[in-house]
């Protein structure tokens, strides 16, 4: 049950961020606490966090469950500043980082199963109701404290600023990469659209050893996805005679877009049997023509994230394949204008907020 204390009196640890009071959105300095380091949780100050577009759909209530005041941000990095007394895997000055969730219940089948993302009480980052009853509060903060499973070690060279997107859009393609089986060498998969989770898509997949082709419908991107991120192929799906010649061309797709788009013109580039699978979470639901599945025993399927494991997993994969996503680092002074940025597609392609030097109370 929640405690009836304002969220500054709530838990015994300062801590500042910025947060978001009311379906503006708008984001403002706030003074809230973390609970002391348990025996099991790592403490760490946040160095980076970056911005996903789920954070914008949740700082306007888009998707009808935003709790106010809502402190956002789950790509968050930084380096350990105290440990429990029964924690095992981290120390003080160790670099780590957090992603979507901090808490799952731990015994059931999915957690079972080391896909705690798929726990029916899974614990998110920010804006989730935690075991105390209080509201998690994220990484557009100046400290962090999560249990220990809940924690990512990030790998020795990586670039902190870069490396923080990859716990929320870096996971997010990855999963479905490795589950759908689209990690194949040879094999020839879509990646649809070239933003956050786009551009790491490609990264990813060409890292596996395997085709791409880049689907936009924005012509202009074509240079930036064969030139510089290694795709082999690009379509615009605007392009009727581009999409037709390249029907029955994939073994499958990642579709990133999380905005309305028609499903029938990708079914159509798949090959029998082959995958279209939704990380993208559009507001509204998307037409699904039937026969298009039916007549090629294709498949629609969707992927949340990772569990814990295949998130390191993951980290690990992407320091060893120098995979990073391409950032644009920001002043948490600029996030506003940022979250405004990002809807009109005005990034290339991850913000992330230098929390470090600029997440100040004097803010």
Known sequence: MATGKSPEQEHPKKAFGWAARDTSGVLSPFHFSRRETGEKDVAFKVIYCGICHSDLHMLKNEWGNTVYPLVPGHEIVGEVTEVGSKVEKFKVGDKVGVGCMVGSCRSCDSCSNQLENYCAKMILTYGSKNTDGTMTHGGYSDCMVADEHFIVRIPDGMPLHAGAPLLCAGITVYSPLRYYGLDKPGMHIGVVGL???????????????????????????K?????????????????QDQMQAARGTLDGIIDTVSALHPLLPLLALIKPHGKLVMVGAPEKPLELPAFALIGGRKTVAGSCIGGMKETQEMIDFAAKHNITADVEVIPISDVNTAMERMLRQDVKYRFVIDIAKTMKPSN
């Open 195 to 221: 933003g956050g989770l786009g551009h790491v898509a490609v990264k990813f997949a060409k890292a596996f050893g395997v085709k791409v082709t880049v689907i936009s419908t924005s012509p202009s991107k």
């Open 223 to 239: 240079q930036e996805a064969v030139d510089r991120l290694g795709a082999d192929s690009f379509l615009v799906s605007r392009d």
